[in-house]
């Protein structure tokens, strides 16, 4: 586990294997925020069963409209936040080249753009922690902690991310936990 005063801002949180009854059971959380007031993280491989045009009620461009809606958290279901990427983006304040939004307008404005760089993935609820809480999950093992970046952020297959990370982690605990199946009586 990272020193108490060190930001796990931009790094991913893999479900430990500990989770497992939970709404985290599985989950890889990309922690947007994160410091002495509490943690701000969007769950990145857990998709809704619809489209955002389809929990929109806005008229918004073709590409947003037919756009994978992910579950971000069970915290606020109805609260809407996006990251978006693109190659030159200077106000990033995830990683670089990677912002977080939440007004429905600079979606707008991404989703009517045509730059061929520029991706984004848009959830509704979030998952937050309060002060220390984060870290006392830290201190009880329920999650693993890895760097992240974008090209696993936008480019592995939401059903695979946390495998993918699992087996990126190395060791053989984490290998054995990425091969265990979701149900434990198919084992």
Excluded at 77 to 98: D, Q, R
Aim: some cysteine.
């Amino acid at each position: 586990m990272p020193p108490k005063s060190k930001s796990l801002k931009g790094h991913f949180l893999l479900d430990s294997g500990q989770l497992g009854q939970s709404w985290f059971a599985r989950t890889v959380v990309l922690l947007c925020q994160h410091d002495a007031d509490g943690a701000f993280g969007l769950v990145l491989n857990r998709k809704a069963p619809s489209k955002v045009g389809d929990v929109l009620v806005a008229d918004i461009p073709p590409a947003l409209k037919e756009a994978q809606l992910y579950l971000g958290g069970p915290v606020q279901p109805s609260a809407l936040s996006y990251l978006h990427t693109e190659l030159f983006l200077p106000e990033s304040n995830v990683l670089p080249n990677l912002n977080l939004g939440h007004a429905l307008d600079d979606l707008m404005f991404i989703g009517e753009s045509f730059s061929p760089t520029s991706k984004f993935k848009v959830f509704a609820g979030y998952s937050g922690w309060g002060p220390k809480q984060l870290e006392g999950e830290l201190q009880r093992q329920a999650w693993l902690t890895l760097p992240a970046s974008l090209d696993l952020i936008f480019d592995v297959p939401a059903d695979q991310l946390w495998q993918v990370l699992l087996r990126r982690l190395g060791g053989w605990q984490n290998v054995l936990l990425a091969s265990r199946p979701e149900d434990p009586s198919l084992n």
